[in-house]
């Protein structure tokens, strides 16, 4: 930068938007093949649905339709997306990038296309790559970052203690500049691998490649230590908040909303009672979608945009944890931005009335 040049302006979420499968799962559908009840499930959780891709939906379908109304919510053309990052565990194919499947899906014709990997903390981390690069490369203007799961193609639906959580869905954000004092800061990002073997699909790779001992032994299902995940996320919730508050002289009160993965609802709101965080600043969504991964912590900024909860200029703790072990925070500044989301009309049934066994899309526009 030139003695004479502008500093680059800061970078936000300009709009966002979520795409939900038609299809879903309630507790009384997966509760007798994961030898437990209904009760059990939401008494254990706190889901009580799930959303789950059709037999010819893959990740970047999901993604597509994500990316596609984030770029309407923010008031660009998908030509003008100089950059497409997606964040999955569940990509279309081992290769190419999921990106570039939907780089072809949505016609972003003029974007580099790439994947981030980093399981349920993958949409921070390519929201960091995404700010990184449009404030570092001066022609760049505007960033899409989807995370998107499609669990339930891995899914064993015996295992109780995966098919009771995972789900599919996809949640998008388009960056670029904002006003002065807002948008992200303070990005935190860490890995541990020695827990790699925490949570993982041990299939399909290129340690177990597939072969019909893979296929028999179940090892391209999601496999979990449930326990030591829970022990994790017990650890690392916490210290992100403490940390990022403690580095930027802040307390809990500063906070308008704290946005999170969504693991389990149940284990959310005790640790947020544990911390002190007000129960009606700590978005959870998990209940309604379940565990949608590297979708969860956007999706949850999505619908708490959608709500009327996130006030222009309010300040946002962002905390991500996932399988890596991996884990980020961040503080955003909102600026109002829109938020379009795309579900069955019978999860919008607060806006309208419609038949139960409806599954007709509708477009939900938010804005805060």
């Not at 899906?105 to 981030?116: I, W």
């Not at 309604?288 to 996130?310: F, H, T």
């Not at 884990?327 to 009309?345: D, V, Y």
Request: charged residues 15%; aromatic residues 4%.
């Amino acid at each position: 930068m030139s003695p004479h040049s502008s500093p680059a302006p800061p970078i936000g979420i300009l709009g966002m938007g979520t795409y939900l499968p038609r299809g879903t799962r309630s507790n009384h559908d997966i509760a007798a093949a994961a030898g437990v009840t209904p009760e059990w499930i939401a008494q254990r959780t706190g889901v009580h649905t799930r959303h789950v891709a059709d037999a010819d939906e893959a990740a970047s379908d999901l993604a597509a339709a994500a990316v596609r109304a984030a770029v309407a919510a923010a008031g660009i053309d998908i030509d003008q997306l100089d950059v497409l990052i997606a964040a999955t565990s569940t990509p279309d194919e081992l290769g190419p990038s999921t990106a570039c499947r939907i780089q072809a899906l949505t016609g972003a014709r003029h974007a580099v296309a790439l994947d981030v990997s980093a399981a349920c903390a993958g949409w921070l981390f390519a929201a960091r790559v995404a700010h990184d690069w449009l404030r570092g490369n001066g022609g760049a203007r505007y960033a899409a970052v989807v995370g998107v799961e499609a669990y339930s193609k891995f899914l064993d639906p015996t295992d109780r203690g995966t098919a009771v959580l995972f789900a599919d869905g996809a949640a998008a954000a388009v960056l670029g500049p904002v006003p002065h004092g807002a948008g992200f800061r303070d990005f935190r990002l860490g890995s541990d691998g020695t827990g790699a073997h925490h949570v993982l699909i041990p299939g399909g790779g290129s340690r177990l490649p597939a072969s019909p001992t893979t296929l028999g032994e179940h090892r391209h299902h999601i496999h979990m230590d449930g326990r030591a995940v829970r022990d994790f996320i017990v650890e690392i919730f916490p210290r992100l908040v403490r940390e990022s508050l403690a580095g930027n002289d802040l307390r809990l009160q500063d906070i308008d909303a704290f946005i999170t993965h969504q693991p389990n609802p149940l284990l959310l709101r005790n640790l947020g009672d544990r911390i002190g965080i007000p129960p009606e600043r700590l978005v959870i969504v998990g209940d309604e979608v379940g565990n949608i991964g590297a979708a969860s912590a956007p999706y949850a900024l999505a619908s708490a945009a959608a709500r009327g909860l996130l006030p222009p200029g309010g300040r946002i703790l962002l905390a991500v944890f996932g399988a890596g072990v991996t884990w980020g925070s961040a503080l955003l500044t909102w600026t109002g931005a829109p938020a379009i989301r795309i579900a069955p009309l019978r999860a919008a049934r607060a806006c309208a009335p419609s038949p139960p066994s409806s599954t007709v899309s509708t477009l939900q526009r938010s804005s805060s």
